[in-house]
């Protein structure tokens, strides 16, 4: 273009300062080499230091004698900034302007990212809880079920609190994903009124939501209710008269996660009697996998009808939320908090577990060998009963999801650690391979080299000509933002490459800068390429379908722990701790691990039970056992964070 202007956003390390020409260059994760423009006038061009949804100034940044303008007081060399200013491009020339430019360390100790810090993510989860319950409940610090009944809503508006119009939805999903929300903050905090809030959440959802029928067999979850009444099926346009299996998984999410924390035998049996409809229902026992839907009449997954109800065709389908999502929505957790099995452990226990693994062990298997197995960037995505891929269904046709192959790449590391604390080190090594391989197909295809962050849905393969086909728009979805940056510091703990820890770092920094609404102490689902909130329509809703209580605090619980591991891998000298917290129900012992981790990686460094130190145990036994008098307590544990021995 002989002449174009554009409004436009840089992430990059910083590689030079110039006081004269009153200018900085950028290096990119594409390697580019981009020199930005300052103004001297503090009203044009701006800095800052990135801020949590705390709203407190992080700005530490201290004047020395020889600096000769905010140039040189706020940049330095290697630094990571974020750049948001104006392109412009005049025959042979280009030129940027920048108008804000934004620190991301924590300046008082320079090469420590604020993100890193150990109360960062501690906060975001704090301020989002926080706000979850004041826009739902006001100022109430105690919950009770009719609180749930009453007040619950699905449709929140952009400001967090219940939409003034239209019908009053509690859509089932949503909800557990709250209340995963809820006790991640717990698991985190300890603070008593999310853990009365996700309680009278699980209560609520158990009393609900369940779908009528099943004879003490197997449990399926209605869709949710609207104006009181109980809705059986999925109002989503993909899945409209269905039972998709994905509303049904993510069913578990808080009650997995809830299950964590007290071990409640009650809650457990929800959720085994909910697996047991997943193998009744959805399971081929033939060609393996999963099913996707189910028709509500038939109880069928090839019923003719799942050809013509809502806007695609589900019959006799697989996808990647019918196979993979099992993984992280409720099989992760179920596993930490079973294995091994309590001293009190009784056959059902036994059974759940077994049954969690091996449906853990098929779906890795499933995504290995069917998703994985294309010479194309992207993984496929869909398919028939026979495992053909399907290149006709819906809106996905022939089209890649970045975030899902982030999703991969994150969960099969998790599932490397898994397998190597089982001593199969090497089944572990081979998914550590598969998710390497996602990641760099993602590093070339998917992600954003001059900004970071991921982009959304791309072509297969392409037929403009150009690298990327973006099938809808340049967009970038929080949720997958989410899988970015766990994926890349789950995988640099267990690499130690470099490479992969500058992209934890400018994922986590996009995130941090452009993904938290301060306005309202919350999440924007949807952002420009840039970073710009979209909140037309549906996107600005708080508490939809997809957006919910569950990524955003999935990403605070989980990055939590993951910078943790990832700065003992860089070899910080400082001790390296956090603490999670539990609430056991009438049990004699409860397994803490925080998530799926190699052997050596955690130890125990404190034990608190209703405030008390317990002054002997075990560092390297991760189930606690308890005494009688112990069994419904408060319990701290706090771990400290080692290089993994390889």
């Not at 491009?89 to 420590?112: C, E, F, N, V, Y």
């Not at 992760?332 to 759940?352: G, H």
């Not at 329509?537 to 939590?560: D, R, T, V």
């Amino acid at each position: 273009m002989k002449s174009a202007v554009h409004t436009t956003t840089l992430l990059g390390l910083v590689t030079e300062v110039d006081c004269v020409r009153k200018s900085f260059k950028i290096r990119s994760h594409s390697g580019d080499i981009i020199e930005c423009f300052v103004s001297e006038n503090k009203w044009t061009t701006n800095f800052h230091v990135l801020q949590n949804l705390d709203h407190l100034s992080n700005d530490r940044v201290l004047k020395t004698p020889d600096v000769c303008s905010d140039l040189t007081k706020y940049l330095r060399f290697d630094l990571m900034v974020a750049v948001e200013g104006i392109l412009q491009t005049s025959d042979d020339l280009m030129r940027l302007d920048a108008r804000k430019i934004t620190l991301l360390d924590q300046t008082a100790k320079p090469g420590r990212y604020l993100f890193e810090s150990s109360h960062w993510w501690l906060t975001q989860i704090t301020q989002l809880g926080d706000k979850w319950l004041y826009g739902l409940f006001g100022d109430k610090r105690e919950f009770t079920i009719d609180d749930f009944t009453k007040l619950y809503r699905t449709n929140l508006g952009i400001n967090g609190f219940p939409a003034p119009h239209g019908p009053v939805i509690q859509e089932m999903a949503a909800l557990s994903r709250l209340i995963y929300g809820l006790s991640s903050a717990y698991l985190l905090t300890g603070s008593d009124h999310y853990f009365e809030a996700a309680q009278k959440g699980v209560a609520f959802l158990r009393g609900a939501f369940r779908s009528p029928g099943g004879g003490g067999t197997h449990i399926l979850w209605a869709y949710g209710k609207e104006n009181g009444r109980l809705v059986l099926c999925s109002q989503n346009p993909d899945d409209q008269g269905t039972i998709p299996l994905y509303e049904q998984i993510y069913a578990l999410a808080g009650l997995a996660q809830y299950y964590r924390i007290t071990r409640d035998w009650e809650v457990l049996e929800v959720i085994r009697l909910t697996i047991e409809a997943f193998n009744k229902f959805y399971l081929d026992e033939i060609q393996g996998g999963f099913f996707s839907h189910l028709d509500a009449i038939s109880m069928r997954t090839d019923d003719p009808s799942l050809d013509t109800l809502g806007e695609s065709q589900n019959r006799s389908r697989k996808n990647w939320n019918s196979i993979g999502d099992h993984i992280p929505a409720y099989l992760v957790n179920l596993i930490l908090a079973l294995e091994p099995l309590p001293a009190d452990r009784t056959p059902d226990l036994e059974r759940v577990l077994e049954t969690c693994k091996k449906i853990l062990d098929d779906c890795t298997e499933n995504i290995v060998t069917h998703l994985c197995v294309s010479d194309n960037p992207f993984v496929q995505e869909r398919f028939y009963d026979d495992w053909k891929p399907d290149y006709d269904w819906g809106w996905q046709q022939d089209r890649g999801i970045v975030g899902h192959n982030l999703k991969i790449a994150w969960n099969l590391t998790r599932i490397a650690h898994y397998y190597a604390s089982q001593g199969k080190q090497q089944k572990a090594d081979e998914l550590i391979e598969v998710a390497r391989k996602r990641l760099e197909n993602m590093e070339e295809h998917g992600i954003d080299l001059l900004r970071s962050g991921c982009f959304d849905c791309l072509e297969r393969n392409p037929g403009n000509e150009m690298p990327l086909d973006f099938s809808f728009g340049s967009t970038k979805d929080f949720w997958q933002q989410e899988q970015m940056v766990l994926a890349y510091y789950i995988f640099y703990a267990w690499t130690k490459e470099d490479h992969y820890l500058e992209f934890a770092r400018s994922s986590a920094a996009f995130w941090n800068l452009y993904f938290l609404d301060r306005d309202h102490n919350g999440i924007f689902f949807r952002t420009t390429e840039s970073g710009i909130p979209i909140i037309e329509g549906g996107y600005g809703n708080k508490g939809g379908h997809a957006i919910s209580g569950y990524h955003a605090f999935e990403l605070n619980f989980l990055a939590h722990i993951y910078v943790r591991c990832a700065l003992a891998a860089l070899g910080t000298k400082e001790e390296i701790t956090f603490c999670l917290y539990f609430r056991p129900n009438n049990i004699r012992s409860i397994n803490v691990l925080p998530d799926f981790m190699s052997p050596g990686m955690l130890q125990i460094e404190e034990i608190r039970i209703n405030g008390v130190p317990r002054l002997s145990f075990d560092r390297e036994n991760f189930q606690i056992p308890l005494s009688e008098k112990e069994s419904n307590s408060s319990i701290m544990v706090k771990f400290s964070v080692h290089d993994r021995k390889r």
